[in-house]
């Protein structure tokens, strides 16, 4: 690919019951480093959330997600965390962690239009 650049995304996971280790996939985080661009995009699908478990609630778990739209962004009511890097946004966003909302392994790719990627890989990963 001409003008190529490489990219890195995580998929975003809701895990209803940590405990089972059963999860689906509700968005996409992708940051491409000379692009300077670090962008999210994400849907919960409310039916399939109740299949999973009855008792979480759609608008709680959208609001944790906003919070995470607010680091990516690197706006300052993202906390401590929005005010760092977008390097190290990207990678505290995509850290290993043990709760409801969880990010896949960072995977890498070439592209040359990172927006347009992050909306491809949402349609094939998310929707």
Not at 13 to 32: A, Q, S, Y
Request: hydrophobic share 40%; aromatic share 10%.
């Amino acid at each position: 690919m001409h003008d190529s650049v490489k990219y890195e995304y995580a998929i975003i996971r809701i895990v209803p019951k940590v405990e089972r280790e059963e999860f689906f996939n509700v968005g996409v985080i992708l940051f491409c480093k000379s692009k300077k661009f670090l962008g999210i995009s994400y849907h919960i699908d409310p039916k399939k959330l109740s299949s999973f478990c009855c008792e979480k609630d759609v608008e709680d778990l959208k609001a944790y997600l906003k919070g995470w739209e607010l680091v990516c962004k690197g706006e300052a009511s993202g906390g401590r965390i929005g005010k760092l890097d977008q390097v190290d946004r990207f990678r505290w966003l995509t850290a290993s962690r043990s709760t409801i909302i969880q990010s896949s392994m960072t995977h890498t790719g070439l592209c040359t239009d990172p927006e347009k990627e992050l909306l491809a890989i949402f349609k094939a990963c998310v929707l």
